[in-house]
């Protein structure tokens, strides 16, 4: 147990410390009239932050990664492809409405029912794990999927261009794809490839996720063709000083609500898997005491996480996009935006799930280091680009169309299993804390003097899915390059010891 737990505390340690260290050093050059009860909440925050992660990291891996591995193994082992089909599309329902992310997201747009926009978005999401399920099946190119989807995206973006529904529409794939999702889908996702097996299982272990992060786009997007949302103007709200004595108050009025939430969104994955125990009858007394134990780690981890990143996180989010906005230099905020999305992404907990898989299923061939830098080099673009698009106001499509059919074309040049592993990390980036910190950054750069369109404000989620699938797969195209010099430079090498055996 001590060797399991020793080096998740130190990931978790060095996980959060540096945005912390980041941001305590921007209050002190450009924010001094921050007020500090503010800046102790965000402390409290970051200290609530570290002990969820640690607690949610033990949880992944004794009971959301085991219980998707099963499911999908024996999902797959069904002959028969309508039930196995219905099963599918039953568990992306459940699992994307058991998302508490996509619950707090769909609050915050009033002009649309919530109730509609979760379905719609389940919707989405069970009939492309469907198409990722017959992609494992068929051994269909996933790069011909992905073409087809953002073809029909493109497409419905460019007639419906003045929509309400783009921006919302790719923030909530990236609500949809949090903490519980993640480790769900990519587990499941690996035990589909494992069971199929063949050339391509590794790169089919991956980019189910990619796909399924399809599904809400598409469909929330066909939904704002047959609604009139409306746009409507908010305010930031600005931050109410509070004494220190009241500050324990605050986290404990917000952890009730939050212990709610995790309890019903974890609830739904407890019924599938109690139904797929009566149904299949092949785990042990024990597996079923570990793996109870590892959803209450789970169910603790998340609740003190988002507790932590709700009150912490994003009062001190707006407070930074509307201060820093307000500097006569505030294009400074862009290479800081850089900065913070290198860091932020770090403490992510999902893109701790997604590098420890990869290096298990590629056999140490695509290192974390490698693809947690390539990662962050993405989400610090994403989070600069944003910030470009809150202070010049530029339209999200001219950032958008380009950026996925480039995304696409790299899709037909990289070997598969980049692009699937491009696609995955671009949907686990836009977690927890792009939902509380990066998306409260850029409303309140773009609200900064006064109030503005809501629509307009959302899209930061848009950018940091998008921006990890390009650097990820040029990653993947300089890896190509690298291979094939070492391949012509070995067979000139055996052509030269060939000549020299002959003369």
């Not at 600069?384 to 074309?409: K, Q, T």
């Amino acid at each position: 147990m001590k060797k399991t737990i020793l080096p998740k505390i130190k990931e978790t340690i060095t996980a959060v410390l540096p945005i912390s260290i980041l941001l305590t050093v921007i209050k002190l050059i450009f924010l001094q009239e921050m007020p500090w009860d503010l800046f102790v909440i965000f402390l409290v925050g970051m200290f609530l932050l570290m002990i969820g992660m640690f607690l949610f990291s033990l949880g992944t891996d004794t009971a959301m990664v085991p219980i998707g591995q099963m499911l999908s193994k024996d999902v797959t082992k069904s002959q028969k492809i309508i039930l196995t089909i219905f099963i599918c599309f039953i568990i992306g329902l459940v699992i994307s409405i058991a998302e508490p992310n996509l619950h707090i997201f769909a609050d915050q747009i009033p002009k649309v029912k919530s109730n509609l926009l979760v379905l719609t978005v389940g919707i989405g999401i069970g009939i492309f794990l469907i198409i990722g399920l017959l992609r494992t099946v068929f051994k269909i190119k996933i790069k011909y999927i992905l073409a087809v989807s953002y073809f029909l995206i493109i497409l419905i973006m460019i007639l419906d261009q003045q929509s309400n529904f783009i921006s919302i529409a790719f923030d909530a794939a990236g609500a949809t794809t949090g903490p519980i999702s993640v480790p769900f889908i990519m587990s499941f996702g690996a035990g589909l490839a494992a069971v199929k097996g063949g050339k391509t299982s590794e790169s089919d272990s991956f980019g189910l996720l990619g796909i399924c992060a399809i599904g809400p786009v598409l469909s929330v997007l066909i939904l704002g063709l047959f609604s009139n949302s409306g746009d409507y103007l908010i305010r930031l709200d600005e931050y109410v000083s509070i004494e220190m004595s009241q500050i324990p108050g605050l986290f404990l009025r917000e952890l009730p609500k939050t212990m709610l939430n995790v309890a019903l969104a974890l609830s739904p994955i407890l019924i599938l898997f109690t139904l797929y125990k009566l149904i299949y009858r092949n785990i042990s007394h024990r597996q079923v005491k570990k793996l109870i134990v590892g959803m209450l780690y789970t169910y603790i981890g998340i609740t003190i996480f988002s507790t932590g990143a709700n009150i912490g996180f994003i009062p001190m989010g707006q407070y930074f996009g509307k201060h820093l906005a307000a500097l006569k230099y505030n294009w400074i905020l862009i290479p800081i935006g850089f900065v913070i999305g290198v860091l932020i992404i770090a403490a992510e907990p999902a893109v701790h799930v997604l590098k420890k898989q990869v290096e298990e299923i590629t056999g140490g061939a695509i290192s974390e280091k490698v693809l947690f830098f390539s990662l962050a080099v993405g989400i610090g673009l994403a989070i600069s680009l944003s910030i470009i698009r809150a202070l010049y106001h530029v339209n999200i499509l001219f950032f958008l169309i380009p950026g996925y059919v480039l995304a696409v074309s790299l899709s037909f040049v990289v070997p598969e299993v980049f692009t699937a592993l491009a696609f995955d990390s671009g949907t686990v980036a836009s977690g927890v804390m792009a939902a509380t910190f990066i998306v409260p950054l850029t409303m309140g750069v773009y609200l900064y003097d006064g109030p503005g369109s809501m629509i307009n404000s959302f899209g930061a989620i848009a950018f940091v899915t998008m921006m990890p699938i390009i650097t990820i797969q040029i990653m993947g195209l300089i890896y190509k390059i690298k291979s094939h010099k070492k391949k012509a430079q070995k067979a000139h090498k055996d052509d030269n010891m060939i000549v020299e055996l002959e003369s």
